[in-house]
T-cell receptor
Framework: AQSVTQLGSHVSVSEGALVLLRCNYS??????LFWYVQYPNQGLQLLLK??????LVKGINGFEAEFKKSETSFHLTKPSAHMSDAAEYFC?????????????FGQGTELSVKP | DTGVSQNPRHKITKRGQNVTFRCDPI?????LYWYRQTLGQGPEFLTY????????KSRLLSDRFSAERPKGSFSTLEIQRTEQGDSAMYLC?????????????FGSGTQLSVL
C-alpha cells in the first residue's frame, strides 16, 4: 500500500534562504511522485513530478526535488525563498502504477516566508 | 482553457439536508476526480470517472454519497442526509489520460459546512 509522510506541518524561512520541505513515501509499485502547491482560495497546482528517468526533477517557480529510492524520499527544495512562495505544499504518490490521477497525499506543510 | 470550475464555492446546510455540487472540467479532459480535504489534512480520493463511466469509489464514500458524470462532461456530487462529519472542502480535478503523462488540474473547491 502507498503512503506519504511530510515532516513538519509548518516551516518558516527568511526571504532569500533555502527552502527544504521533506517528504517520505512508501509504495508497493515503482512510484510516481508529485509536489502540489495550494495558495489561499485557489486550487492545487502541480509544481513538479517524478515518473521515471532523471532523479532530479525541476519544476515551476524555481523548485526542484530529488527522488532517492534508497531513502524513500522526495524532498522539495528552492535555493532562495521569495515572499510569494508562502503557501501550503503537498507531496503525493500515485496509487496506480503509470497513472497520475488517483493519488495519496501527505498532510501538507505550510511554508511561511519572513521578510 | 478556462480551468476546472466548481459551484458553489461555499455551501452551508443543516444536518439531514441534501446537497449537490457541480464540477465543470477542462473540456478536452476525459478523466474527472473528486477529492475531499479536511482542515489540516491533504486531499483524500473519493471517486473518479473516465468519460461517463465511474471507474472506482473509495470506501470513504458511504451510500449517502453519489456522483455522476452524464455524457462525460460535467459531474455532480450529491450528499444525502448530511452529517456534521461531512463538513469539508470538496475538490474536483480533471485530466487527460492517454500517454504516460497524466496531470491533474484542480478546481478551487466547494466548502461545505453542515450545522
Amino acid at each position: 500500500a502507498q503512503s506519504v509522510t511530510q515532516l513538519g506541518s509548518h516551516v518558516s524561512v527568511s526571504e532569500g534562504a533555502l527552502v527544504l520541505l521533506r517528504c517520505n513515501y512508501s509504495s508497493s509499485v515503482p512510484p510516481y511522485l508529485f509536489w502540489y502547491v495550494q495558495y489561499p482560495n485557489q486550487g492545487l497546482q502541480l509544481l513538479l513530478k517524478y515518473t521515471t528517468g532523471a532523479t532530479l526533477v525541476k519544476g515551476i517557480n524555481g523548485f526542484e526535488a530529488e527522488f532517492k529510492k534508497s531513502e524513500t524520499s522526495f524532498h522539495l527544495t528552492k535555493p532562495s525563498a521569495h515572499m510569494s512562495d508562502a503557501a501550503e505544499y503537498f507531496c503525493a504518490v500515485s496509487v496506480i502504477y503509470n497513472q497520475g490521477g488517483k493519488l495519496i497525499f501527505g498532510q501538507g506543510t505550510e511554508l511561511s516566508v519572513k521578510p | 482553457d478556462t480551468g476546472v470550475s466548481q459551484n458553489p464555492r461555499h455551501k452551508i446546510t443543516k444536518r439531514g439536508q441534501n446537497v449537490t455540487f457541480r464540477c465543470d472540467p477542462i473540456s478536452e479532459h476525459n478523466r474527472l476526480y473528486w477529492y475531499r480535504q479536511t482542515l489540516g489534512q491533504g486531499p483524500e480520493f473519493l471517486t473518479y470517472f473516465q468519460n461517463e463511466a465511474q471507474l472506482e469509489k473509495s470506501r470513504l464514500l458511504s451510500d449517502r454519497f453519489s456522483a455522476e458524470r452524464p455524457k462525460g462532461s460535467f459531474s455532480t456530487l450529491e450528499i444525502q442526509r448530511t452529517e456534521q462529519g461531512d463538513s469539508a472542502m470538496y475538490l474536483c480535478a480533471s485530466s487527460f489520460f492517454g500517454a504516460d503523462n497524466e496531470k491533474l488540474f484542480f478546481g478551487s473547491g466547494t466548502q461545505l459546512s453542515v450545522l
